[in-house]
T-cell receptor, first 110, second 113 residues
Framework: SQQGEEDPQALSIQEGENATMNCSYK?????LQWYRQNSGRGLVHLIL?????REKHSGRLRVTLDTSKKSSSLLITASRAADTASYFC??????????FGAGTTVTVRA | KAGVTQTPRYLIKTRGQQVTLSCSPI?????VSWYQQTPGQGLQFLFE???????NKGNFPGRFSGRQFSNSRSEMNVSTLELGDSALYLC????????????FGPGTRLTVL
């Protein structure tokens, strides 16, 4: 069973716009991670935020974590065509395995 | 360093057959995990190996098994294949069990006819 749920399921934006996607989870976590997947290929690790952190930045990515609401958001700023992909949140409950959400499919239109 | 490699990349089998998938982790990585990705169930954890021992197992039937060798390479085996086993099988490695970030391979696309 999946730990997290993401919304929206799909997102279509214009190049240069920002993309925001959200992830909710059910149980306490050690950390939350975001991954990108292009066309059914392998997952690429984007960013990790620990349970005692509230916000983290990496390049054009900004992640927030609200443990009281058990939710996280990923913001991609100034989107590019190359950002077209599926994005997954994954929670780590300190049990050495990741529980993934269903993913958000992002399409960036030129 | 070379990334995680998985072989074969694509595989077609028929129901009832068995299959073995291989994963070579990043050099120096000793923990290897396997995940199954399907359109219906999404990404699900199969099992994790560290120091040639299975440390963790997901909720999959006994038809799914795996092993890890002394060089940290791992294989997973699925016996008596069913149509529902058609999926992308992803392998991930990390230096140790205490490392949070996992590095994924490109996956093996298994189709069961």
């Amino acid at each position: 069973s999946q730990q997290g749920e993401e919304d929206p399921q799909a997102l279509s934006i214009q190049e240069g716009e920002n993309a925001t996607m959200n992830c909710s989870y059910k149980t306490s976590i050690n950390n939350l991670q975001w991954y990108r997947q292009n066309s059914g290929r392998g997952l690429v690790h984007l960013i990790l935020i620990r349970s005692n952190e509230r916000e983290k930045h990496s390049g054009r990515l900004r992640v927030t974590l609200d443990t009281s609401k058990k939710s996280s958001s990923l913001l991609i700023t100034a989107s590019r065509a190359a950002d077209t992909a599926s994005y997954f949140c994954a929670t780590d409950k300190d049990d050495y395995k990741l529980s993934f959400g269903a993913g958000t499919t992002v399409t960036v239109r030129a | 360093k070379a990334g995680v490699t998985q072989t074969p990349r694509y595989l077609i089998k028929t129901r009832g057959q068995q299959v073995t998938l291989s994963c070579s982790p990043i050099s120096g990585h000793r923990s290897v995990s396997w995940y199954q990705q399907t359109p219906g169930q999404g990404l699900q954890f199969l099992f994790e190996y560290f120091s040639e021992t299975q440390r963790n197992k997901g909720n999959f039937p006994g038809r799914f098994s795996g092993r890890q060798f002394s060089n940290s390479r791992s294989e997973m085996n699925v016996s008596t294949l069913e149509l529902g086993d058609s999926a992308l099988y992803l392998c991930a490695s990390r230096p140790s069990r205490s490392t949070d970030t996992q590095y994924f391979g490109p996956g093996t696309r298994l189709t069961v006819l």
